[in-house]
């Protein structure tokens, strides 16, 4: 009954948002003169905080990524979004620079994992002014109609294959997150098979290779029930209303609803904040964090199959890191790796995947000569800083890049 009772909630409170929305306009222009007041503050105040009232809850709408143009050396170049190729539970998407260039070609995996890969916006405007970029755009899984069948961990890695295939062997990959664990997977299979379009180069950043180091408070969730518990406790049906109906998911409203859990005072200050700058008319600073917030308020649920898999498989067994994985009954063996180079990225203050996590693929990969192998921890960086940002951008980004044409 969760999506049921989730639903209610939000066919309540949408009316009421919105009519938030419209009063805060109508506030914020018709009190203008009261400002010269005693007091004549309150129009702006209850403007903002209708504003804020309005923002207060989830989407499942996809922002858009709203990369247009970009810097290219000295020049400025138009930008288009193509999907190159789409399964019904993923598009491939390709920024498309209007001048032909050659650039190393990179494809950006992210996370499926209760929110949209759009969540990947800076990382794929830094890497667009250099590179050839295209991204894993995972679909809503309340949109896939049932007849489309199941989506499981094997299912994942049958994609970044077909991914891999499609782009060519001259591809490099960068993996954020969660999905770390299924490229590295997909990089093995491949090289074990000797695939010719195994990638050159794999970015693994922040992600859960082995949850048993330093374990966080998500890898202690995760080790705390059973795996059936998270099957009665957290799969609900799709609605019938939707395209996916009757189909299990892992509701994306769930998981924000947890992760907001962790640090709750951290968003009820942001929000605190925004309402204090709207105030003060510093509608830069507010405009910051409603930008955060409505990307971060845009969920999506996942396929059950892939969600429990994941649970069991990463975080509870250790398949990978102990040498008992499997894709579709063959073992994962990571040691095949020879040829494709391994960059680790870790952030020094990430409370989701913690320091040691990430860098175990390179004990993993003993098949690597050692100039192939390579970790960076980024110092004052969280889990977000390691992929956006200034020490992004400005430190971890440099080094992928050496990373990249050392290998093209």
Known sequence: ????????????????????????????????????????????????????????????????????????????????????????????????????????RVLVVAPMSGHFATLLRGTCQTMLAEHDVYITDWHNARDVPLREGAFDFDSYVDHLIGFFEFLGRDCHVVAVCQPSVAVLVAVAVMAQSDNKAQPRSMTLMAGPIDTRISPTKVNELAMSKPIDWFERKLISTVPLRYPGALRRVYPGFVQLTAFMKMNMERHTKAYRDMYEHLIAGEDEKANAIKTFYDEYLAVMDLPAEFFIQTVRLIFQEHALPLGTLEWHGQKVEPAAIRHTALFTVEGENDDICAIGQTLAAQDLCTGLRPHLKHHHLQLGAGHYGVFNGRRWSGQVYPMLRMIIQANS
């Not at 948002?17 to 009063?23: F, L, Y």
């Open 1 to 104: 009954m969760i999506y049921q009772m989730y639903q209610s909630h939000v066919d309540v409170m949408d009316p009421l948002r919105w009519m938030a929305r419209s009063s805060s306009a109508a506030f914020g222009q018709s009190w203008p003169g009261l400002s010269s007041m005693p007091g004549g503050d309150m129009g702006r105040r209850i403007s903002a905080a209708l504003e804020v009232m309005s923002r207060m809850g989830t989407t499942h709408t996809r922002p858009a990524f709203g990369i247009d143009s970009v810097t290219v050396g000295h020049r400025e170049v138009g930008v288009t979004e193509e999907v190159v190729h789409a399964t019904p539970f993923c598009s491939l998407v390709h920024f498309k620079k209007d001048i032909p260039v050659e650039e190393p």
